[in-house]
């Protein structure tokens, strides 16, 4: 794979280059585990997450993405930096202005902020085993008590919040809910434990609301046994939305 990888502000990121560009860009956001650095990243280094990566780059993508601050649960600061990060590449890199979004777990909520904020410039989004509410989440995470903790220190470190701060911070914020957007969306949920099969019964209704108020909104549900697919599916998705440059 031909990539570049470069810095904005402190974080590594990194871009790929299709041998035979199409003209769209895809930004992907990814979960808890992703990193970049100076010659590496996890969509390189986990083997799914490079399938996926190869397969879009042979139909002609080119996909970029950012370190983001690491464990960012779609602070402030890690949506301005995928912003700068979509204007650096629109600038420098011959693409459609409108670009495709490949979402992660805790990746969906940066997402979601930036389908609201560049509505114009999101063309379509695909999410995975998408997290579509911090505060949803947390309530769900609170019997885990060990991993509860954990999950309010990475939190208040994202958000650069003290102790005392953080319960009053988690009350009075307000979040962008995923139907505020615009966007053509594919969510797909990968039932591969308890927690996603959770998910889809929390996304079973939520679907119900979405397909009421006619919002483009679909929700897939997979097997582990099909990730294989996964890509093929993408693609189709991305294609049936570039009818329109």
């Not at 990888?5 to 003209?23: R, V």
């Not at 808890?32 to 083997?47: G, P």
């Not at 879009?56 to 983001?68: A, D, P, Q, R, V």
């Not at 919040?161 to 966007?183: A, D, H, Q």
Request: positive net charge; glycine residues 4%.
């Amino acid at each position: 794979m031909e990539n570049r990888n470069f810095q904005l502000d402190t974080e590594w990121n990194m871009i790929h280059y299709p041998p035979q560009p199409n003209g769209f860009g895809v930004l992907i956001i990814g979960d808890d585990r992703n990193f970049v650095n100076k010659s590496t990243s996890f969509w390189t280094q986990n083997e799914g997450k490079k399938q996926l990566v190869e397969s879009l780059l042979e139909k002609g993508y080119t996909i970029f993405y950012s370190n983001l601050y690491g464990k960012n649960w779609g602070s402030n600061q890690a949506c301005q930096l995928a912003e700068r990060l979509y204007q650096y590449v629109i600038r420098s890199e011959i693409l459609n202005q409108k670009i495709h979004l490949i979402a992660e777990g805790m990746g969906t909520l940066t997402a979601i902020r930036l389908m609201k904020e560049m509505k114009g410039n999101i063309r379509s989004a695909v999410l995975f085993n998408p997290i579509l509410s911090l505060k949803d989440h947390l309530e769900r995470e609170k019997e885990h008590k060990f991993f509860f903790k954990k999950l309010c220190n990475e939190i208040s470190v994202a958000f650069h919040l003290t102790e005392e701060e953080f319960l009053p911070f988690l009350k009075g914020r307000k979040e962008i809910l995923l139907e505020e957007t615009s966007s053509p969306v594919k969510i797909i949920q990968i039932l591969h434990d308890g927690k996603s099969y959770y998910q889809s019964n929390y996304l079973k209704k939520e679907s119900t609301e979405w397909k009421k108020k006619q919002l483009p909104i679909v929700v897939s549900y997979v097997v582990p046994e099909k990730r294989s697919a996964l890509p093929k599916y993408i693609h189709f998705f991305f294609q049936a939305n570039e009818k329109y440059l």
